[in-house]
């Protein structure tokens, strides 16, 4: 044989020898036989969070749409504010098809669930549609479950079966103001001297919705003496004005809530009314059971009746925790009774429940506050009850902030993670979309929701994003778009997987939330996270870049030999302490973890 012949064979084994090598090394074996080396479970630190607006979800009960008299459809023929009919059947139906455990979700936050007012008001600068509560933010009684959301034993199984998945729950609250006074609750609790029926008060056209204000007394301090009385400032007839202090303004009007009172007031003449009527056992189903002896005068301040009808429903259904709504116009103080008090209803929840899967939890109750354009500081909030604040500034107020700049990705992965996670008992709460602000970009959802899911700190998905739901409706209320209905039968399968793939890592992997970031290279972005507790870690490798083959520096990561998984391909491949070389797909994305093999059962 010849030399150019032995060449030519030695190169050939050469050749053969590296792909049997490969096929070695890379599999694709099923995920449900490995686990990651070192799962630390559940940490607020690293948590999915998804955000719910009830209503506009999915309707489960088609019977309960229209509670109150509520209409789905405005008499001018819009649909932009009122109630869809989502409701919690719905929400455990999604729950049962395992929609939110496959999305890597660990917490659900939900819009109010309780009482709120029941008609209308004019919406939009224009009232140019028929504006309801139907996103929670318009109280008008704690103690009782919103119909058009279910009964009370709809909403427990929903919870039950959030917690038998690890999913936590928190319930949207707010103590800074009551509802807007309705003409339908003027008719059925008889106040503001209403002269006409809501349904005789519907525009025609040429008309607007706040024509219903013509039919109101405005002027007579005797027609508001049924309503919430010394309760709240108003700019109404013999009700305490409104103030300019952060704490005593009316936002938007909203009847402000005297939290400041330390006195006991009485009942609020709305509630005397209401209660009154619902006396009989028809009303029960939506009663909180443990709000039940709470509906009488217990001689206690405003401020403490609404802390002990919150408390309820932890102490009824174990909820998690709760988003604060406008944390900074209520007296700091008030936010630690809550906390308290929360924490003491969640430990008679467990002690009465241990047969429950919420009562294996052992986090203490968790508050999630909303201070408007709050960024990454850790200031007196988190000393004084709150456990994580929302942070504006990813999205940025205008649509500037970093989420909308891929580019600047590894700085601001650098900074995130050394202002988070190198403070003590510090985090924050960042998303992409918000029902108060915008929605990300549409067609820009999965480069937006791959730096929003490997983001230190928690983070949030608003319902929708990860499926592109589409901006709705929102006549002369920018926002009200941002609140459209769940896009079901128009879903981005191919956007949703991509979710999914990076929720699930990131569920599984603390150090996502929780681990120091390091950058081992910018272009192609190569960055790792670890995160330690004792002698055990948890370190991740990420890779951003082109499709293709490429190095990875796992030797400076995983020091041991063993087995690493792309959980973005599936791929799995062992490695012995060195860098390895892997196969990235058509998304520039790999997610590689260290796993080890599923035991086999005798």
């Excluded at 402000?256 to 009989?280: A, F, H, N």
């Excluded at 000393?383 to 940025?396: E, H, K, S, V, W």
Aim: glycine letters at 10%; a negative charge.
């Amino acid at each position: 044989m010849n030399r150019q012949k032995r060449v030519a064979l030695m190169m050939g084994l050469i050749i053969l020898g590296m792909i049997l090598l490969i096929s070695c090394r890379v599999s694709e074996s099923p995920a449900e036989q490995y686990i990651v080396q070192e799962d630390f479970g559940f940490s607020y630190e690293n948590a999915t969070v998804y955000f719910i607006m009830t209503d506009r979800y999915l309707d489960g009960d088609p019977t309960n749409n229209n509670s109150y008299g509520r209409a789905g459809e405005d008499a001018l023929g819009t649909s932009i504010a009122t109630f869809h009919g989502g409701d919690f059947v719905g929400l455990t139906e999604k729950l049962e098809e395992g929609y939110f455990s496959e999305l890597g979700v660990n917490v659900l936050w939900v819009s109010a669930p309780y009482e709120q007012i029941h008609g209308y008001i004019g919406g939009g600068s224009r009232g140019d549609f028929a504006h309801y509560g139907f996103h929670g933010y318009y109280a008008l009684d704690w103690t009782m479950m919103d119909r058009n959301f279910g009964t009370v034993e709809e909403f427990r199984k929903f919870v039950n079966t959030a917690h038998e998945q690890g999913i936590r729950v928190f319930l949207d609250v707010v103590m800074n103001h009551v509802g807007y006074p309705t003409l339908r609750d003027m008719v059925d609790f008889g106040f503001g001297g209403a002269t006409i029926s809501p349904e005789e008060a519907k525009p025609s056209e040429g008309e607007n919705f706040h024509k219903w204000t013509e039919f109101v007394d405005w002027e007579s301090k005797e027609a508001w003496g049924n309503w919430w009385g010394d309760w709240v400032r108003a700019d109404l007839p013999g009700y305490h004005p409104p103030g300019e202090t952060v704490y005593t303004q009316t936002l938007y009007g909203l009847p402000d809530i005297r939290t400041e009172v330390e006195e006991d007031l009485g009942l609020p003449p709305i509630l005397i009314k209401k209660w009154e009527q619902e006396e009989s056992p028809e009303y029960d189903p939506w009663i909180v059971p443990s709000a039940k002896e709470l509906r009488k005068d217990l001689g206690l301040s405003p401020a403490e009746y609404i802390i002990e009808w919150l408390a309820a429903w932890v102490e009824e259904f174990g909820i998690n925790g709760f988003r604060i709504d406008t944390a900074k116009h209520v007296e700091i103080q008030r936010w630690e009774e809550l906390k308290e008090r929360t924490n003491e209803a969640l430990r008679i929840f467990r002690e009465s429940h241990p047969e429950l899967a919420g009562a294996k939890f052992e986090e203490d109750f968790f508050f999630l506050g909303e201070v408007w354009g709050h960024g990454l500081n850790r200031n007196y909030y988190y000393d004084r009850g709150f456990d994580a604040l929302i942070n504006f500034t990813f999205q940025g107020e205008r649509r500037d902030g970093p989420a909308y700049f891929p580019e600047r990705m590894p700085r601001i992965f650098e900074n995130y993670s050394q202002a988070i996670n190198g403070v003590e008992d510090f985090t924050t709460l960042s998303y992409l979309s918000q029902h108060d602000t915008s929605l990300y970009p549409r067609e820009r959802l999965e480069e937006g929701g791959t730096y929003l899911m490997l983001l230190p700190g928690m983070v949030k998905i608003f319902y929708g994003d990860e499926t592109a739901r589409e901006v709705g409706a929102g006549g002369s209320d920018a926002t009200m778009g941002t609140r459209s209905p769940m896009n079901w039968e128009t879903m981005d399968e191919e956007l949703l997987q991509h979710f999914q793939k990076l929720g699930q890592f990131r569920k599984r992997n603390i150090s996502i939330g929780a681990g120091s970031h390091y950058t081992h290279n910018g272009d192609p972005f190569i960055f790792s996270r670890s995160y330690q507790k004792g002698d055990r870690e948890n370190s991740v490798i990420v890779y951003i870049g082109d499709p293709g083959n490429a190095i990875l520096p796992t030797g400076e990561v995983f020091q041991e030999e063993g087995m690493l998984r792309d959980a973005y391909s599936g791929k799995i491949y062992e490695y012995n302490g060195e860098n390895i070389e892997i196969e990235v797909g058509d998304k520039g994305i790999a997610l590689m973890e260290a796993i080890m093999k599923l035991e086999e059962e005798e």
